[in-house]
């Protein structure tokens, strides 16, 4: 399980991310108190911090600056200030994304399993009962055959993988779709999930997907 | 100036003088001069007349020409009070106190005024940061809890709204506070897609992007943001007979990178084209249509004049709507890509 460090100083910011992280199967720890605040963020040894800019005592940029001396854990920056420079800044002091206040929580989750996998922090699954994943091919094999995926379907299956045994929103699969620049409909969805049902059937994987009415859908 | 105009303003001078000879004659007639020293008199008097009218109609019209040309010259006609020299007669050394007192009144009033607006936008950039600290919260709430999905359009709006405030004190002011920089047409077009995903899916709008595989000049924030604009507009005047189409695709000129936004929704109609980009005009959609403010096209142009891009609209009434902006080409964003290979 990702531990997630939480720098941020707005109590109901704080509460729902929290909520939020925990709630997508997150570590989280926060800072006690603004002292300290680089040597506080190094002891917990995250795996990812979301650092917000505006802090009291220390801003954002001086932490990640003291942080980066002695580490190299990958850092978000969260802010409301959202203009280019700032972002520019932001990634000149070494942070490795920049979202601004307010986001779209699936959005966030989203940057952050990005960057937790850009630094190989979450181990990615490329393995499936036995098949092995392509994804530079767009491929399932189970060694001697192979099975083809569209991009589309390909993306929906990495996603349920890397959650395997937990459920994935609908919201999630299209977030994660349309950020890969598919921007596919409702319904189009429906048909691409189905679709992939089918082949994961037909290639011996019989009731991989299934429905959670009114939840989504969980890869067992 | 010309001496004609210069010649009637000393009338009462010449009068004065021609009244003068004519006393002298009279005298040196009564007197009994003889001709030759009346005319010798007469001449020394007419001459020197002349030699001063002369010399001060030069100096006066060297001053003045100078002045006017100046003045023609300037683009800030006020700046004239830092241009002129002081002559050395009184009128003109009056003149110019007159321009510099009044100038220097009117620069102090200009820069009170100018530091009441920067600090009122100061303020409302500093408000909109604040404001979106509780939207953000109520985001995450809203998410997390189970029935926080309705409320969620309603922020989406709140947000669209406040970062409208924020472009709207941007546009039109001096300071510099965008960036530019290579930008992927793929990568803006999808943020914003994604930020207003829910919208266009509740609209079952379909969107289809071709060509964005190229990165432009520009400040990826504002581009972000007038894209969400035009998404936007679209999702206000679909047509509720057709499914609703977005198609955003590109085309290369000489000199630009064309970026075309089109959507297949009511169309604008051809009397109202020309203007829908001027301030407060609404149109005959603004009236049929959802309430519109006449803003959001007026801050995109806005802001694409100061990014040195430019905007323009090509519509069919019932058809479609096509919004392009045009990205300039130079060598710059050649030498800046080539450096990022």
């Known amino acids: ?220 | 100036m010309r001496f004609s105009e210069f010649l009637k303003d000393k009338l009462p001078a010449i009068g004065l003088g021609g009244a003068g000879l004519s006393m002298m004659l009279v005298f040196m007639l009564a007197f009994k001069a003889n001709t030759q020293q009346i005319f010798a008199v007469c001449f020394i008097y007419v001459l020197i007349g002349m030699v001063i009218l002369l010399w001060d109609f030069f100096r006066r019209r060297r001053f003045y020409v100078r002045l006017m040309e100046d003045l023609d010259r300037l683009d800030q006609k006020y700046l004239i009070s830092e241009m002129v020299e002081p002559p050395e007669f009184i009128e003109g050394r009056l003149l110019c106190e007159v321009l510099a007192q009044t100038s220097s009144a009117m620069c102090g009033q200009v820069a009170a005024y100018r530091r009441e607006t920067a600090d009122f936008r100061e303020y409302i950039e500093l408000w909109v940061h604040e404001i979106k600290l509780p939207l953000a919260g109520m985001q995450l709430m809203t998410h997390n809890s189970p029935d926080g999905k309705k409320y969620s359009a309603e922020l989406k709006r709140l947000e669209e709204y406040i970062d409208n405030v924020l472009y709207y004190t941007r546009c039109d002011n001096a300071e510099k506070d965008y960036l530019i920089k290579p930008v992927s047409l793929k990568r803006a077009f999808s943020n914003t897609a994604l930020k207003n995903r829910g919208l266009l899916q509740q609209n079952g709008v379909c969107l289809s992007a071709e060509g964005l595989d190229t990165t432009v000049m520009t400040d990826s924030k504002w581009l972000e943001y007038m894209l969400g604009q035009l998404m936007g507009n679209s999702l206000k005047y679909l047509r509720p007979e057709v499914t609703g189409e977005i198609t955003v695709f590109t085309a290369e000129t000489d000199t630009a990178t064309e970026l075309h936004f089109r959507d297949n929704g009511c169309g604008i109609p051809a009397a109202d084209l020309p203007r829908i980009f001027d301030k407060s005009f609404t149109g005959e959609n603004g009236r049929t249509h959802a309430a519109s403010t006449g803003m959001g096209l007026y801050i995109i142009k806005s802001l694409c004049t100061r990014l040195g891009h430019t905007v323009r609209a090509e519509s069919v009434q019932g058809e479609y709507t096509d919004i392009i902006i045009s990205f300039g080409k130079n060598e710059m964003k050649d030498i800046v890509s080539q450096e990022e290979k």
């Open chain 1, 1 to 220: 399980m990702s531990r997630i460090f939480i720098a941020e100083d707005d109590s109901a910011i704080l509460a729902g991310l929290t909520d939020l992280l925990s709630g997508a199967g997150y570590e989280t720890a926060v800072l006690n108190g603004f002292e300290n605040a680089p040597a506080q963020i190094l002891a917990a040894r995250p795996d990812l911090v979301l650092m917000d800019i505006t802090l009291p005592v220390m801003n954002g940029e001086m932490i990640l600056r003291e942080i980066r001396k002695s580490s190299d854990v990958p850092v978000i920056m969260v802010t409301s200030r959202s203009s280019e420079t700032d972002e520019v800044l932001s990634l000149s002091y070494g942070a490795d994304d920049y979202v601004s206040k307010p986001y779209d929580p699936t959005i966030l989750l989203l940057r952050i399993s990005a960057v937790l996998k850009r630094y190989s922090r979450v181990e990615e699954k490329s393995t499936y009962r036995g098949l092995n994943l392509n994804t530079a091919r767009g491929s399932l094999s189970d060694g001697s055959t192979e099975l083809v995926l569209t991009k589309n379907e390909m993306l929906i299956f990495r996603v349920l993988l890397d959650k395997q045994g937990q459920i994935v929103t609908r919201d999630e699969l299209m977030t994660a779709l349309w950020d890969n620049e598919e921007y596919i409909n409702d319904n189009a969805l429906t048909v691409n999930i189905s679709r992939l049902r089918q082949k994961l059937d037909g290639f011996g994987c019989k009731g991989a997907i299934e429905t959670r009415k009114k939840q989504g859908y969980i890869l067992l």
